[in-house]
Every structure is written in C-alpha cells, then in structure tokens.
C-alpha cells in the first residue's frame, strides 16, 4: 500500500488538540504523538486499514511487527492472550513508563499489528499527553516511532514533520520528549524473560525485580555487527558514523588521531561526543555536537537523536562517536550508537 499525499496538521496537547487528535483515530487516521521516550505513529490498533497505514506512511517492511499502547494496565485483556503474574508485577512496578512487554496476542488484534506472530509488543506510556491521547480514543493505540523507516527517532514534532509531513494527519506538538531513546523491550513469552532492545528502563533494574534477566545477543551489542541485516538499518546517519569504545584516555586519543587523519585528507569531520571530549577536542578543526557531560546519561539520552540528526543535517565525510559504557541508560545509548555505526566500531583493549 503506498500512502495518499495530505496536508497534516499541527496540534497543540489542549482539550481541543487532545480532542481533535483523538477522533482521528477512531476515524482511522494516523496521528503522531509525544512520549516519554520519542514521538510515536499512532493508528487504531485494532482496524487493520488504520494498521496498514502507519506501515505505508513509514516504508516500514511488514514483519517489523508494531508495539500496542494503552492508556492504562487494566486494558491489558484487551490485547492479550493472558497476563501472567510476572506481567502483573511488572506492569505495578514500572508502568506507565518506557518499559515494553511481550506477550501472548491476543484474538482481538490484528496479525498486521504483530507481523504475523504470536506475540504481541504493549506498552503504557507515561508522558500525559500520549495517556490522555489514548484515553479519549477509547481505543488501543499501535505506534512505532513517529520516523521513516531506517531513519532516526523522532524527538520533536519538527523532526516528525522533516520524515512524514504530508503522510499523516496530524501531529501533537508536546515540546521535546523526555526520556530521548525507544523503550526497553522485554519478552515474557520464553522461559526466560528476555531484553530484546534495551532503553528507557535498565537493565540493572529489571534485573532487580525479575532476578534472572537475559539479553539478546545484539542487546549485549560491544560486539560489531556481523550481518548486515534489517535491524542494522536502524538509526542510520547519511553520513558514515565510527563508534569507539574503550577506556576514555585511549578513545579520546583514537577520536584526536582520526579526526586528525581525516582533516588531513581534506574530509569534513562531525563528533557526537560527552562535553569531556568536546572541550579536549576543541582545538580540531570539526564539528561538535556535545552530549552534555558524561556522567550525566539521562542528558546525553535526551540529546542522543537531536545531535544525530543535526551533525547529519549538514552531511560530514564522517561522523565519529565515543561509547557511554553499559551502565544505566548507557546500555541504550550504546545500543543505538552500535547500530548507526552499522559494523564501524573499533574496540581498544583495557576497561571500558
Ligand atoms: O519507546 C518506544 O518504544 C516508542 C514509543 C513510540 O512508544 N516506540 C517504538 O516503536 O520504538 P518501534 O516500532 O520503532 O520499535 C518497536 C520495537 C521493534 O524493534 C519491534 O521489532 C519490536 O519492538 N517489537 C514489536 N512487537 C514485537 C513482538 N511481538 N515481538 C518482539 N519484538 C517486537
Ligand atoms: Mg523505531
């Protein structure tokens, strides 16, 4: 299905935006939203044309399956096959909050929705404005990031426009979100509860209330990537991203040595690096983006996809990027890093 030009509209989270935006929905349209994490797609989860919509006015392939937002946990049944007690807890723990659960589908939801799959992906959001989105539509919403498929999160409403101006209906101008990368997202379906992306919700604090938690290979991520395969694809700058990870003096001097390197070639150089590096670095002839200091991850999570898409905005040959480490929200920002580097990532050796 290919999606129709039309002119979208910008609303304000009032009464009458919330209002506005929320009989598109149940009219069928697409309307982008703020979240804690990012901006979402929102769809009708449950009217497959309204399903079928967001994956055309993303280009998104039809088995990336999408996740289920409600506005509250006592819609679960809705969407759900069952809830076990371990969805129960977790829900009482960290919802509404940027924390995805994977669950049994269940009859009520479309197979668009979940790719075909068994299992359905459903969160509860904390920002208010996506809650009271959600509870007016009185339906569950489905909404994968509010961006081209390929391209980097939204964060603002103008960088929802810059993607899917003239796809969508409308979107909610709720300011910049919060929290800055997707949720975390968890399947309670294997035996052991497994992160499939890590995000807004650690994994040190999932590990706390679950005990034993397991990572999917590409969650652990260090690791530069193998195949170039559909995830891969994710967050991808136009211009080709290097991530180094590695005790700081050593990649700092990595990061001063290459972008030396490249200046000498001719080539335009962007770093995406914490203030520490920005004010060591300050002397090349490059163009920063400052994460803000490198203690401080829920800044540098916040800023993560802004910076990203402003370095790219003005096409560097090349943009070089330093790891946060796995601590915390680190484990996120490393995640998406390691995906736009897409293969480009030097390890030195020593502790990180
Ligand atoms: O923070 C977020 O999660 C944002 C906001 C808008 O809620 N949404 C978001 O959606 O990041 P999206 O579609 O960009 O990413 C959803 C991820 C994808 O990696 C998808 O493959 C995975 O969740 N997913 C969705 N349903 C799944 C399922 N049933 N089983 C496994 N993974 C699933
Ligand atoms: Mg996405």
Known sequence: MKYMRIET???????????????????????????????????????????????????RPADDPLIVHLADAADLPRVTASVPLVAQDLAAAFWPGPLTLVLERGPAVPLAVTAGGPTVAVRVPAHPVARALIAAAGTPVAAPSANRFGHTSPTTAAHVLADLGGRIAAVIDGGPTPIGVESTVLDLTRPTPTVLRPGGVSVEELEAHLGEVALESRAVAAEPLRSPGLQERHYAPHSPLWLVIGPEAAARAWLRERAAAERAAGRRVGLLVPDEDAAALADLDADIEPLGPAEDLDGMARRLYAALRALDSRRPDCILARDPGERGLARAIRDRLTRAAAGRVVVLAGPI
């Open 9 to 59: 509209r910008i609303l304000y989270p009032d009464p009458d935006g919330i209002a506005t935006a929320a009989a598109l929905l149940r009219a069928g349209q697409l309307v982008a939203f703020p979240t804690e994490t990012v901006y979402g797609l929102g769809g009708d989860a449950l009217n497959p044309a309204a399903v079928a919509a967001i994956f055309a006015a993303k280009d």
